[in-house]
C-alpha cells in the first residue's frame, strides 16, 4: 500500500470520523449562538457578559480547533483532487493552512485576552 506524504498517515476512516465529528462540534457551537442571540436583545454588555462565561469560552475554544481540523482535512482533499502540479498544491495547502493556524491562534488570544 502506498502512503500518500500530505495525509500524515491518516486513513480514509481516520478522516471520515475527523470531519463527522468536526461538523458536529461546528453545528452544536452554531445553534448555542443562535440560541443566545434569539433568546434576547443583543448589547454589547450582553454579548460580553456572554463570552466571558467559562463555558461559552471553552465552547468557543472546541468550536476553533473544530474548525482548523475541517479546513486542514477539506483543504487536502480538495488540493489533491483538483490541484495535479506539485508545487502549487504543496504552495497552496500550506497557505491555506497557516491561516487556518493564524485563524485559531488569534481567536484564542481573543477569547482569553492573552
Known sequence: MVKVAGSLGRSGV??????????????????????FISSADISYALWHGFFSLML?????LFALVALLVHAWIG????????????????????????????YVISGFVILWGI
Open 14 to 35: 481516520h478522516d471520515y470520523l475527523l470531519l463527522r465529528a468536526s461538523a458536529v462540534i461546528l453545528l452544536a457551537y452554531i445553534i448555542y449562538l443562535i440560541g
Open 56 to 60: 461559552t469560552k471553552v465552547f468557543t
Open 75 to 102: 483543504i487536502w482533499q480538495v488540493l489533491t483532487d483538483y490541484v495535479k502540479n506539485t508545487l502549487l498544491r504543496g504552495f497552496l495547502q500550506f497557505s491555506l493552512t497557516s491561516v487556518a493556524f493564524i
